[in-house]
């Protein structure tokens, strides 16, 4: 049976949020350490069948590189 999940404001490449943020300053190195932690807690808890509702700023970037995240992630 799928689930339904919702989420917002995953800001994938996001780059100042190190800047911004003491608790992602503390965690991550870059931006794509940042990305990749996002990819696998989000496919960690969505299953491919699932539905994943994304309710504003998926990323601070273009839109192929919107694209290519939401590729990456499950239902």
């Known amino acids: 049976m799928s689930k339904t999940y919702i989420t917002s404001d995953t800001h994938f490449d996001h780059s100042r949020i190190l800047q911004y ?39 601070f970037g273009s839109h192929d590189r919107t694209v290519e995240f939401l590729k990456r992630l499950n239902g």
Not at 22 to 49: C, K, L, T, Y
């Open 21 to 59: 943020s003491p608790w992602a300053r503390g965690h991550f190195r870059d931006v794509n350490q940042m990305n990749e932690a996002i990819i696998s807690s989000i496919n960690g808890v969505v299953a491919e069948q699932d539905t994943l509702i994304i309710a504003g700023d998926i990323c």
